[in-house]
């Protein structure tokens, strides 16, 4: 969905923005993430102008489906995104420093200063929401290191060192010092 700046009104523009599953991996670069949603996304996004720039604000609510860091099983993660930010024209960026230094506790991105792209402006928000260690379950096992089989499903026999072998190498280093 893309809006051009001309059609947004002096009174702003409400957009209710809703996506299927698969609109994420319509996008190339988004295929190779490990990130899916499992719902589709809704949004409710309101567009405002003043000279030239973009004022953004709305919610964003969809849930992601993620793989675990720890037992790297998939899991959903429900999202809600608010958001609150001014779109700058790039040309006008080269007074960004001043811009910046005014509007300290506004976030800003940047736009041809013709066309605000909804689609990837959804999708960008989304992204950056994404944490980045994601666990299924603060209780999560994960995997056993030696047989790798999964400890929140199943148990092992496995020996496990008990102290990381970066530990080991420290102690071994402080014996030798002393
Ligand atoms: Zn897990
Ligand atoms: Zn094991």
Known sequence: ?????????????????????????????????????????????????????????????????LFCARCLEPFSFPLKVEMDFMLFPRSLAPHTEAVRLKKEDMEIEFFDGIEVDIDQIVAEQIFLHVPIKPICKPACKGLCPVCGKNLNKETCTCERPRFSPFYKALKHLKKKAS
């Open 1 to 65: 969905m893309v809006i051009k700046v001309e059609d947004i009104p002096p009174e702003g523009l409400e957009i209710e923005f809703k996506q299927e599953k698969r609109w994420w991996k319509l996008e190339e670069k988004r295929q190779f993430l490990n990130v899916d949603l499992a719902k589709p996304v809704v949004a409710k996004i309101s567009l405002s102008v003043t000279r030239e720039k973009v004022h953004v604000t709305g919610k964003i609510e969809t849930v992601l489906q």
